[in-house]
């Protein structure tokens, strides 16, 4: 591994092309006790230095531009330079947030219209852009569906069903609004247990989450029917919008009876993942709950584009961002659905399942075994490495660290919880037959491996920067800043 | 199909390979009264020239003014060598660390971001971001709420001076909680916090108390006195800062006897351009026993099977993924990129170079208002200790002065009328370091003439 950037650091250093023009020695202005007396020890070092630092840092890392990442549920696509370039404008880059309507129309022509596209896409009435990641946008869609309820004085409602395969994101927001979490178990075709969701559902209940193709990777076949049951007893449908990248212009979540969802544009929109963020989630709501999307959202009228905000929207849930929300993701899936049009979003939900079915077929002619084996994948699917375990002793993880000596990043591993030694895999549809062959040709050899040369798959990886890294000793004494003995370099 | 690489050979074999006749087949689980045959109203597919055009004609109409605004949201300088190296496909095309082994470049920017932000803030540890300013404050006043084990009721103190819109997310997101949100005046003629206003209004016990440093006004609280008496009751306190300021105001660990308990706000000072309001990112500090309930992704230092170095995402079973309904938040990411330009950020200008960005701001902050106090009809509305930004009343509306400067390009500051109608006809003006005395003068020139 690389030194630490303060290592690097010497007293005094300093990057001389990038200090103002600074006039004061002090801000004798300001009462001495609000100021500070101890500098920071921040590095100081030049900014050649800063620069090779931090490349090699990112020599470390594996990405989408440099390896195959299939990611169950990530939707780790190409993320076209173009959008990139397009949104890094400096126009678009140095526009205050709160620059008058006069000063913004180009930012917000660009919002507007993701708005309407957003809405064609998801079969919704009205979409806000706020929410600022997938999370974000659960929170904002359970919100709205308590705003409902207590807006028609219904306060009895204070459980929300989640099948027991969904993210975890999805029981964790349903608590952070305040709902008792209720679990829905799947049968063994991997639908929801619809036996159970009927027992389930009552007077108490507030709505549902639900992903459609579920994180098992396969399509709900009885959604309508699940729809009704809620909705007959007053309750309503959440759409995690995680998997929207398999159904992109082939089915619509509103046609579905789901009465809010949220957009990851950051997985179908083709937004970078920035090593972990910024994601965005736009929230789209149907007839039900369009009045309490959160605020501002923008508008269109004779005189041009304006923003809406509680003023407009009475019974908004409010503001869930400083401003509005991630804006620079915004453009950038803006531009990618203007790349697209509409057939070309079709496309992407048709070449990403073509090749989520291909690696399974390949896969299971292999000798591996799928999940769901009678079922279709969407643009997802799992493969459980049950019986490997059992025959071998090597895990779900070991083979995800073998993937990563091979040069290919490693699937989702031990998600969804139900399935065991599992690994979800989504290629995307921006890879090429040759890669997806690849990838199975490392399986292929990684289950020649388990029964020849096992060690070589424990002890993986071995060609990165590191090897397999002690989590546990990590979190029994967390060590998360650099200590002091560091900066005595300085 | 812009970036579907398959030949008509490819999609063939696949098939074959599948068992199947066509794509459209692999969609039959789908039930066919829900399948549609294509979308409406989605414009036609551009090439990227086409787009890359339409993009500049946009970008285009929103360009070139000169900003005064500032409000939550502050134009600096961002050495070119920031978003050059952060956008690397390396670092923007990654996902979250979880394969640590092949993310040890994100994981290190991460460790390095948390001992840098800590350091700025005085305070013992940091997580590795979340959304934005005004989240991260939503989250500190949660995780505040966890720590409090004393009060059935959490009782929340949130000034009126701390920036309207982080007080509205704030709202939005705590209040799906039984909680109470307490709203306390700024004293009308310094525009600060006051303890005097506090023993008159506040309760004998509650959770948290918000401090702003600079406030919404720019105005520099008495940090010491408050984070005392708050101590004093029992209460954390919570610091809402400007981390740039931090290099040249006192910093959250030392406020008072004790140091604020958290401290939080938005990162975008540090190296993040403008760009319409986001991505920016939100940052969270704490002490060290209370990291069980930080909320958000934080990286550690760890060892391997050879015992060298290496990063790992830590503390995970406090996350969704592991604990689901009982997580201490909903949250899955940080705002990884935006992080790494800060780190690289704050790498090159280090603790003198961020000081004297706080410094030119705040000579260029006092040279303006010298000169608007010097125009007729326009006075300083606080006369405080302040950082960067002030509030200026007008002796005429402001509507007409705001459209007649916008007509010149001139984004003059922020009509606080929407947000506070008692104060009547101000401006809350903001200067950084971006600005030239010849800008100053010209703004001064054109708004005498808007006058």
Same mark, same amino acid.
């Given at each position: 591994?690389?030194?630490? $950037?303060f290592? %690097?650091?010497?007293?005094?250093?300093?990057?001389?092309?990038q200090?103002?023009?600074?006039?004061?020695?002090?801000?004798?202005?300001?009462?001495a006790?609000?100021?500070?007396?101890q500098?920071? +020890?921040?590095?100081?070092?030049?900014?050649?230095?800063?620069?090779?630092?931090?490349?090699r840092?990112?020599?470390?890392?594996?990405?989408?531009?440099?390896?195959?990442?299939p990611?169950?549920?990530c939707?780790?696509?190409?993320?076209?330079?173009?959008?990139h370039k397009?949104a890094?404008?400096?126009?678009?880059?140095?526009?205050?947030?709160?620059?008058?309507?006069?000063h913004?129309?180009?930012?917000?022509?660009?919002?507007?219209?993701?708005?309407?596209?957003?809405?064609?896409?998801?079969?919704?009435?009205?979409?806000?852009?706020t929410?600022?990641?997938?999370?974000q946008?659960e929170f904002?869609?359970?919100?709205?569906i308590?705003?409902?309820?207590?807006?028609?004085?219904?306060?009895?409602?204070?459980?929300?069903l989640?099948?027991?395969?969904?993210?975890?994101?999805?029981?964790?927001?349903?608590?952070?609004?305040?709902?008792?979490?209720?679990? $829905?178990?799947t049968? +063994?075709d991997?639908n929801?247990?619809?036996? +159970?969701?009927?027992?389930?559902?009552?007077p108490?209940?507030?709505?549902?989450? %639900?992903?459609?193709?579920?994180?098992?990777?396969?399509?709900?076949?009885?959604?309508? =029917?699940i729809?009704?049951?809620?909705?007959?007893?007053?309750?309503l449908?959440?759409?995690?919008?995680?998997n929207?990248n398999?159904?992109?212009?082939k089915?619509?979540?509103?046609?579905?009876?789901?009465?809010?969802?949220? $957009?990851?544009?950051?997985?179908?929109?083709?937004?970078?993942?920035g090593?972990?963020?910024?994601?965005?989630?736009?929230?789209?709501?149907?007839?039900?709950?369009?009045?309490?999307?959160?605020?501002?959202? /923008?508008?269109?009228?004779?005189?041009?584009y304006?923003?809406?905000?509680?003023?407009a929207?009475?019974?908004?849930?409010?503001?869930?961002?400083?401003?509005?929300?991630n804006?620079?993701i915004?453009?950038?899936?803006h531009?990618?659905?203007?790349l697209?049009?509409?057939?070309?979003?079709q496309?992407?939900?048709?070449?990403?399942t073509?090749?989520?079915?291909?690696?399974?077929?390949?896969?299971?002619?292999?000798?591996?075994?799928?999940?769901?084996?009678?079922?279709r994948?969407?643009?997802?699917? $799992?493969?459980?490495l049950?019986?490997?375990?059992?025959?071998?002793?090597?895990?779900?993880?070991?083979?995800?660290?073998?993937?990563?000596?091979?040069?290919?990043?490693?699937?989702t591993?031990?998600f969804?919880?139900?399935?065991?030694e599992? %690994?979800?895999?989504?290629?995307?549809?921006t890879?090429?037959?040759?890669?997806?062959?690849?990838?199975?040709?490392?399986?292929?050899?990684?289950?020649?491996?388990m029964?020849?040369?096992?060690d070589?798959?424990?002890q993986?990886?071995?060609?990165?920067?590191?090897?397999?890294?002690? =989590? /546990?000793?990590? +979190?029994?004494?967390p060590?998360v800043?650099?200590g002091?003995?560091?900066?005595?370099?300085? | 199909?812009?970036?579907?690489?398959?030949?008509q050979q490819?999609?063939?074999?696949?098939?074959?390979v599948?068992?199947?006749?066509?794509?459209?087949?692999?969609?039959?689980?789908?039930?066919?009264?829900?399948?549609?045959?294509?979308?409406?109203?989605?414009?036609?597919?551009?090439?990227?020239m086409?787009?890359?055009?339409?993009?500049?004609t946009?970008?285009?109409?929103?360009?070139g003014?000169?900003?005064?605004?500032?409000?939550?949201a502050?134009?600096?300088?961002?050495?070119a060598?920031?978003?050059?190296?952060?956008?690397?496909?390396?670092?923007?095309?990654?996902?979250?660390?979880?394969?640590?082994?092949?993310?040890?470049?994100?994981?290190q920017?991460?460790y390095?971001?948390?001992?840098?932000?800590?350091?700025?803030?005085?305070?013992?540890v940091?997580?590795?971001?979340?959304?934005?300013?005004a989240?991260? !404050?939503?989250?500190?006043?949660l995780?505040?709420?966890?720590?409090?084990?004393?009060?059935?009721?959490?009782?929340?103190? *949130?000034?009126?001076?701390?920036?309207?819109?982080?007080?509205?997310t704030?709202?939005?997101?705590v209040?799906?909680r039984?909680?109470?949100?307490?709203?306390?005046?700024?004293?009308?003629?310094?525009?600060?916090?006051?303890?005097?206003?506090l023993?008159?209004?506040m309760?004998?016990?509650?959770?948290?108390?918000?401090?702003?440093?600079?406030?919404?006004?720019g105005?520099?609280?008495?940090i010491?006195?408050?984070?005392?008496?708050?101590?004093?009751?029992?209460a954390?306190?919570?610091?809402?800062v400007?981390p740039?300021?931090m290099?040249?105001?006192?910093p959250?660990?030392?406020?008072?006897?004790?140091?604020?308990?958290?401290?939080?706000?938005e990162?975008?000072?540090?190296?993040?351009?403008?760009?319409?309001?986001?991505?920016?990112?939100?940052f969270?500090?704490c002490?060290?026993?209370?990291?069980?309930? !930080?909320?958000?992704?934080?990286?550690?230092?760890?060892?391997?099977?050879?015992?060298?170095?290496?990063?790992?995402?830590?503390?995970?079973?406090r996350?969704?993924?592991?604990?689901?309904?009982?997580?201490?938040?909903?949250?899955?990411?940080?705002?990884?990129?935006?992080?790494?330009a800060?780190?690289?950020?704050?790498?090159?200008m280090?603790?003198t170079?961020?000081?004297?960005?706080?410094?030119?701001?705040?000579?260029?902050?006092?040279?303006?208002?010298?000169?608007?106090?010097?125009v007729?009809g326009?006075?300083c509305?606080?006369?405080?200790?302040?950082?960067?930004?002030?509030?200026?009343?007008?002796?005429?509306?402001?509507?007409?002065?705001?459209t007649? !400067?916008?007509?010149?390009?001139?984004?003059?500051?922020l009509?606080?009328?929407?947000?506070?109608?008692?104060?009547g006809?101000?401006? *809350?003006?903001?200067?950084?370091e971006?600005?030239?005395?010849?800008?100053?003068?010209?703004f001064?020139?054109?708004?005498?003439?808007?006058?």
């Amino acid at each position: 591994m690389p030194e630490l $950037i303060f290592d %690097l650091s010497r007293k005094g250093r300093c990057a001389h092309a990038q200090l103002p023009p600074n006039t004061l020695q002090n801000a004798t202005d300001i009462p001495a006790e609000l100021l500070r007396v101890q500098p920071a +020890a921040l590095p100081e070092v030049s900014e050649l230095q800063a620069v090779r630092h931090f490349t090699r840092l990112s020599q470390l890392n594996f990405s989408i531009d440099t390896h195959f990442y299939p990611l169950g549920s990530c939707t780790m696509k190409y993320n076209p330079r173009g959008v990139h370039k397009a949104a890094q404008l400096p126009g678009f880059l140095q526009r205050h947030p709160l620059a008058p309507e006069s000063h913004s129309q180009g930012y917000m022509a660009c919002a507007y219209e993701l708005q309407e596209i957003l809405k064609s896409v998801t079969g919704m009435r009205a979409v806000s852009l706020t929410p600022m990641a997938g999370a974000q946008g659960e929170f904002t869609g359970v919100a709205m569906i308590r705003a409902y309820h207590h807006a028609r004085h219904d306060r009895a409602r204070t459980e929300m069903l989640v099948p027991d395969a969904a993210h975890g994101t999805n029981p964790a927001t349903a608590a952070q609004c305040g709902y008792t979490v209720r679990e $829905i178990p799947t049968d +063994a075709d991997g639908n929801v247990n619809i036996d +159970a969701l009927r027992a389930a559902v009552g007077p108490q209940t507030a709505g549902i989450m %639900l992903t459609n193709p579920s994180t098992l990777g396969v399509f709900e076949q009885k959604i309508k =029917e699940i729809a009704a049951i809620l909705h007959d007893v007053g309750g309503l449908l959440y759409y995690d919008g995680a998997n929207l990248n398999a159904i992109l212009g082939k089915v619509r979540p509103g046609d579905m009876g789901f009465d809010v969802m949220h $957009i990851n544009l950051h997985k179908t929109f083709a937004t970078p993942h920035g090593g972990g963020g910024p994601g965005s989630g736009p929230v789209a709501a149907g007839e039900r709950l369009a009045a309490f999307l959160p605020t501002p959202m /923008v508008g269109k009228s004779a005189t041009g584009y304006e923003w809406l905000t509680a003023k407009a929207c009475p019974q908004t849930i409010g503001r869930l961002s400083t401003f509005m929300g991630n804006a620079g993701i915004l453009l950038r899936a803006h531009f990618y659905a203007r790349l697209l049009g509409a057939a070309g979003m079709q496309r992407v939900a048709e070449f990403a399942t073509l090749n989520a079915n291909y690696m399974l077929k390949r896969l299971t002619a292999a000798g591996f075994n799928a999940a769901f084996p009678k079922r279709r994948a969407s643009h997802e699917f $799992i493969i459980t490495l049950k019986k490997e375990a059992k025959e071998y002793h090597i895990s779900a993880l070991d083979v995800a660290k073998r993937l990563l000596d091979a040069g290919m990043h490693a699937p989702t591993m031990y998600f969804p919880l139900l399935v065991p030694e599992c %690994l979800l895999i989504e290629p995307t549809e921006t890879e090429t037959r040759e890669v997806l062959d690849a990838f199975v040709a490392t399986m292929i050899l990684i289950l020649k491996e388990m029964q020849t040369q096992p060690d070589k798959i424990k002890q993986a990886p071995q060609y990165l920067p590191v090897s397999r890294l002690d =989590e /546990v000793a990590a +979190a029994r004494e967390p060590e998360v800043v650099a200590g002091q003995e560091v900066i005595e370099h300085a | 199909m812009p970036f579907i690489p398959h030949t008509q050979q490819d999609v063939a074999e696949m098939l074959s390979v599948i068992g199947v006749d066509s794509i459209d087949v692999l969609f039959d689980e789908i039930p066919a009264d829900l399948r549609i045959s294509g979308l409406r109203d989605i414009p036609p597919a551009l090439n990227e020239m086409a787009l890359l055009r339409l993009a500049a004609t946009r970008a285009e109409q929103d360009s070139g003014k000169l900003c005064f605004i500032g409000a939550g949201a502050y134009e600096h300088h961002i050495p070119a060598a920031v978003w050059e190296v952060a956008t690397r496909g390396e670092f923007m095309t990654a996902y979250t660390p979880y394969q640590a082994e092949a993310s040890q470049g994100t994981l290190q920017v991460l460790y390095e971001y948390q001992t840098m932000m800590a350091r700025l803030m005085a305070m013992n540890v940091s997580n590795a971001s979340l959304y934005d300013g005004a989240s991260a !404050l939503a989250e500190a006043i949660l995780m505040a709420m966890r720590l409090d084990k004393k009060n059935k009721i959490h009782r929340i103190v *949130l000034p009126t001076n701390l920036h309207p819109h982080y007080r509205d997310t704030v709202h939005a997101i705590v209040r799906q909680r039984d909680t109470e949100l307490l709203a306390i005046p700024f004293d009308a003629h310094s525009g600060k916090i006051t303890v005097e206003m506090l023993e008159k209004m506040m309760p004998d016990t509650f959770t948290a108390f918000v401090i702003p440093q600079p406030n919404f006004f720019g105005v520099l609280e008495d940090i010491d006195t408050l984070t005392d008496w708050a101590h004093a009751r029992g209460a954390r306190v919570i610091a809402v800062v400007n981390p740039l300021a931090m290099a040249l105001l006192k910093p959250p660990g030392q406020w008072g006897k004790k140091g604020a308990d958290m401290a939080c706000g938005e990162g975008q000072p540090l190296g993040v351009p403008l760009a319409s309001g986001g991505p920016y990112y939100g940052f969270l500090c704490c002490r060290t026993e209370d990291i069980r309930q !930080l909320p958000g992704r934080i990286a550690g230092r760890t060892r391997d099977t050879h015992g060298r170095n290496g990063f790992v995402l830590t503390l995970q079973a406090r996350e969704q993924h592991i604990r689901r309904a009982r997580a201490t938040s909903n949250i899955c990411t940080n705002q990884g990129l935006l992080v790494t330009a800060s780190t690289i950020y704050m790498s090159i200008m280090g603790a003198t170079g961020l000081r004297d960005v706080a410094l030119t701001c705040h000579a260029n902050a006092r040279l303006l208002r010298d000169k608007l106090k010097a125009v007729a009809g326009i006075r300083c509305y606080f006369e405080s200790a302040y950082f960067h930004e002030f509030l200026v009343q007008l002796n005429c509306p402001v509507d007409g002065v705001l459209t007649q !400067l916008h007509k010149k390009n001139i984004q003059p500051g922020l009509a606080t009328k929407t947000y506070y109608p008692e104060l009547g006809e101000c401006l *809350l003006v903001c200067v950084t370091e971006t600005k030239t005395p010849a800008d100053i003068d010209y703004f001064i020139q054109q708004l005498i003439c808007a006058m």
